[in-house]
């Protein structure tokens, strides 16, 4: 059985501590810290046997692994610290603020001894894992514009850190358009250029953009454009994503849990569909309906994290591959800086 530790018992730590649950007598949560006792405390009184702490050096002997789910910029020196006491860890995106602080993480990185992954929740989504395999084996044909929408209201009721640069590492693009900046990479390939445009317009909140738009050009010559907000009073779009390929549309809907392929039967600009192909694609065919609804499946991160634990084997979301989408953000930051593209180029 393995003992985990759960360092920041916030918003996302109540998320991790709940998908804990369902992984059984596989793990035992032992340990706590915070630097708001209360919180570290209450979290510790429901979970029989575990120890807290404000300060986390002090519970790093009590547990084999340790789940991060603190603000960014602790990120980098609370990693190296439980990589260095030989604790396996799952930290919460980004990997590190700078470069620098990535690069050093990603050497130190020996998993799966111990294992270091990095969490990216959508990879372990079924419908965002589905939509992904449609897109990469063509089920459609070829994407040629990837439109992803992600919409809500995030503001200071989560900590006041979030409005803050320094602690953040830049704004909304970076601290949440990396999980769609990374689809993007894993979905369409290389990216050879591309710009951002954020503003803290209707998110005052934020020192940096609270709002963001971002269009990549691919090698394959598929564009990519992502929308983000953390202004959001109110959305139809939600989090959803049209995928227009040769053959037809595909949507994701978040909302709605499912992925549904659009097509026009009556022709246009396209052959008209035959009468067998409507029968089995008429202009809108739901292919894929989550089981329940779609939210953080923290549960499949944290299932991933253990069996990299137990069959000591890499994890599918290394260090490495993280901070690939942290490059392509910090590009696109120093482009609209200076008013120019950014070359992704290599990347």
């Known amino acids: 059985m393995i003992k985990l530790g759960l360092i920041g018992c916030g918003v996302m730590g109540k998320a991790h501590l709940a998908g804990i649950a369902s992984l059984g007598n596989r793990v035992v949560v032992s340990a706590f810290a915070d630097t708001d006792a209360e919180r570290a405390g209450k979290f510790a009184a429901g979970t029989p046997g575990a120890v807290w702490d404000t300060d986390y050096h002090k519970i790093l002997n009590s547990a084999d692994a340790f789940i991060l789910a603190v ?3 602790l990120h980098y020196e609370m990693v190296l610290t439980c990589l260095k006491a030989g604790k396996h860890v799952l930290v919460e995106k980004p990997l590190a ?25 959508l990879h372990h989504d079924p419908i965002w894992q589905k939509m992904g ?24 009721s989560r900590g006041a850190w979030i409005g803050r640069a320094d602690k953040l590492g830049g704004g ?20 050879v250029f591309g710009c951002h445009i954020g503003t803290n317009l209707g998110t005052p909140w934020m020192e940096r953009e609270g709002t963001s738009n971002v269009s990549i050009k691919f090698a394959s010559g598929a564009i990519g454009y992502h929308m983000g907000t953390w202004g959001a009073r109110g959305s139809s779009h939600g989090y959803s994503v049209h995928a227009h390929c040769t053959e037809g549309m595909l949507e994701l809907s978040s909302r709605k849990g499912t992925i549904s392929f659009h097509r026009d039967p009556s022709g246009g600009d396209i052959p008209a569909m035959t009468k067998e192909e409507a029968k ?19 549960a499949e991160q944290l299932e991933a994290f253990l069996q990299c634990i137990e069959q000591k084997k890499k994890p599918e ?9 942290l490059r392509v953000i910090w590009a696109l930051y120093d482009a609209e800086n200076k008013g120019t593209l950014a070359d992704l180029r290599g990347i």
């Open 71 to 73: 603000p960014h910029d």
């Open 317 to 325: 979301i290394s260090a490495k591959l993280a901070i690939r989408s």
């Open 172 to 191: 909304q693009l970076f601290s949440h358009g990396c999980h769609y900046i990374d689809l993007m990479l894993d979905w369409l390939g290389e990216p």
């Open 280 to 298: 089995i694609s008429p202009s809108e065919t739901v292919l894929y309906k989550a089981d329940k609804s779609v939210g953080k499946h923290v």
């Open 133 to 156: 395999e449609f897109i990469k084996g063509k089920a459609f044909g070829e994407v040629f514009q990837l439109s992803i929408w992600t919409e809500q209201l995030t503001d200071l």
């Open 97 to 121: 603020l700078t470069e620098k602080e990535c690069l050093s993480l990603i050497e130190l990185d020996s998993s799966p001894d111990p294992v270091l992954t990095v969490g990216h929740v």
